[in-house]
């Protein structure tokens, strides 16, 4: 089945400085690939997402980058800020799935003032 | 005020008992979706449903049991079945693939 990997499992920045956060999948049909950003005790918050007919979308700081022949999609932070910190997942869906996301184990980042 | 609602956010029981975790959405989103996550973890999946009266197992289903009776409600049981019941479970709503979630649960089993 389709398998997401998701590194690094901890990131620590400066502030100011960027994050990238990478994730590989395995499914080629897999057209849907999602972020969410869960803050301690939350339910998970989709900040951006990118489907596979297109190569990057960018929304103010962040921007997402998808590479469909070797399977990495990734995620990118600019200017980091400390209200940044948080647990990052990154998910990928197919189109045969009924909508069914396979999420990777997540990235801890600390963003340092 | 759209959203997903989850109730309550902290569930305490007994071992044996059965006990059932509420999700509701007023988004009009037809999928719904309920996960686990353990400390440190990501999500899986426990069981999920496309359209009312219908719903499909997920990765982890055993010990959980679902309804969808209504278009907004999708609630969980967790049964004594389950092994290891102590965990934070995230309910989701979904439009065109986009994943919605609730504030969660966390359900402690002593």
């Known amino acids: 089945g389709e398998n997401v990997e998701q590194h690094p499992s901890t990131l620590s920045v400066q502030e100011g400085d960027s994050a990238v956060i990478k994730c590989t999948y395995s499914d080629s049909a897999s057209n849907y690939f999602p972020w969410y950003k869960q803050e301690l005790g939350k339910g998970p918050q989709l900040i951006i997402d990118i489907r596979s007919n297109v190569g990057e979308k960018k929304d103010q700081r962040i921007a997402v980058t998808l590479n469909k022949t070797a399977k990495h999609f990734s995620l990118h932070i600019t200017e980091t800020q400390p209200e940044d910190s948080a647990v990052y997942f990154c998910a990928a869906s197919a189109y045969n799935q009924g909508g069914k996301l396979i999420f990777g184990q997540g990235t801890e980042l600390s963003v340092k003032p | 005020d759209g959203g997903i609602t989850q109730s309550p956010k902290y569930l305490f029981r007994k071992e044996g008992q059965n006990v059932t975790l509420s999700c509701e959405q007023n988004l009009n989103h037809d999928a719904m979706y309920w996960y686990r996550q353990d400390p440190g973890q990501g999500l899986r999946l426990i069981y999920y449903s496309q359209i009312v009266n219908d719903f499909q197992k997920g990765d982890i289903a055993e010990g959980y049991s679902v309804s969808r009776e209504k278009k907004e409600s999708f609630p969980l049981t967790v049964t004594s079945a389950q092994k290891n019941p102590t965990a934070f479970y995230l309910c989701?709503?979904?439009?065109?693939?986009?994943?919605?979630f609730g504030p969660g649960t966390r359900l402690t089993v002593t």
């Open positions: 989701a709503s979904s439009d065109r693939g986009e994943q919605y």
